[in-house]
């Protein structure tokens, strides 16, 4: 292997998403089984990311996956009983922010600082 090999690979095109993957919803499925008072808030697709759905848990744990669209989300929702929102309607929830920075509190305390 020579030195500059590696950037003769091909690889995917410039700005090219990854669509949504079994192992998202599988993830999501786990995820939201494994928790209670699940809700799930859509982000719409952007230039940047495909369309994701971020779980929230009661204590405002939360995970963010793709998904394969808005329609698609609200069916998982149905699927397993958990409500539905749009973040451009309703944004995501204060619990989430705060859950955000208590765990940034805890790194702190955890390297000392």
């Given at each position: 292997?020579?030195?500059?090999?590696?950037?003769?690979?091909?690889?995917?095109?410039?700005?090219t998403l990854?669509?949504?993957?079994?192992?998202?919803?599988?993830?999501?499925?786990?995820?939201?089984?494994?928790?209670?008072?699940?809700?799930?808030?859509?982000?719409p697709k952007?230039?940047?990311?495909?369309?994701?759905?971020?779980?929230?848990?009661?204590?405002?744990?939360?995970?963010?996956?793709?998904?394969?669209?808005?329609?698609?989300?609200?069916?998982?929702?149905?699927?397993?009983?958990?409500?539905?929102?749009e973040?451009?309607?309703?944004?995501?929830?204060?619990?989430?922010?705060?859950?955000i920075?208590?765990?940034?509190?805890?790194?702190?305390?955890?390297?000392g600082?």
């Open positions: 292997m020579g030195l500059f090999d590696s950037l003769r690979r091909k690889r995917k095109a410039p700005g990854r669509g949504a993957s079994k192992q998202d919803t599988s993830h999501l499925d786990e995820w939201a089984g494994a928790r209670h008072g699940v809700e799930a808030y859509v982000e952007t230039t940047v990311t495909d369309t994701t759905v971020v779980l929230v848990a009661h204590d405002g744990e939360w995970t963010r996956r793709r998904i394969a669209d808005l329609d698609a989300a609200f069916a998982f929702g149905r699927k397993r009983g958990i409500p539905v929102y973040v451009n309607r309703v944004g995501l929830p204060q619990r989430m922010r705060d859950h920075a208590r765990q940034k509190i805890q790194e702190k305390r955890d390297r600082l």
